[in-house]
Every structure is written in structure tokens, then in C-alpha cells.
């Protein structure tokens, strides 16, 4: 009978080190996967940095020759 208890206690340390071992392994991927939304956020926002700097260049000349048309008057 002791033997049963000593092999069923061994396969449940086993079985308690394989959990604790699948838990690192998912907080890992847990930070992992927080770092790449971080990481996707960031270059959304880069992204979104660029568009307006290109809408802005695109209606520059536009904003420039209605400022000179108001200067002399041709509104």
C-alpha cells in the first residue's frame, strides 16, 4: 500500500511541477503578447503622426494661395 501512496505522490509532484512550469510558460506569453499590443499602439500612433503631416503638406499650397489671394483682396 505504500508503495501505491509513494508512485501516486510521485506523479503528483510531477504533476504540480508540469502546472507551475505551463503557468511561466503562459505568463510569459501574457507579457509578450502586452508588449506587442504596446508595440501596435505605438506604431498606429506613428502612423497616424505621418498621415496629418501629409494632409498638411498636401493643403499647405492651398492654405498659402488663399492667404495671398485674401492679402490683395481677391476673396
Excluded: C, F, H, Y
Excluded at 504533476?15 to 501596435?40: F, G, N, S, T
Excluded at 499602439?41 to 494661395?65: C, F, G, H, I, Y
Aim: aromatic share 2%; net charge positive.
Amino acid at each position: 500500500m505504500s508503495l501505491k501512496l509513494s508512485i501516486v505522490d510521485r506523479e503528483l509532484e510531477a504533476k504540480a511541477k508540469e502546472v507551475a512550469k505551463l503557468q511561466a510558460e503562459r505568463q510569459k506569453k501574457k507579457l509578450q503578447r502586452d508588449e506587442l499590443e504596446r508595440i501596435v499602439r505605438l506604431k498606429q500612433a506613428e502612423a497616424d503622426m505621418l498621415q496629418l503631416k501629409v494632409s498638411e503638406t498636401k493643403w499647405r499650397p492651398r492654405v498659402r494661395e488663399v492667404a495671398k489671394d485674401g492679402e490683395n483682396g481677391q476673396l
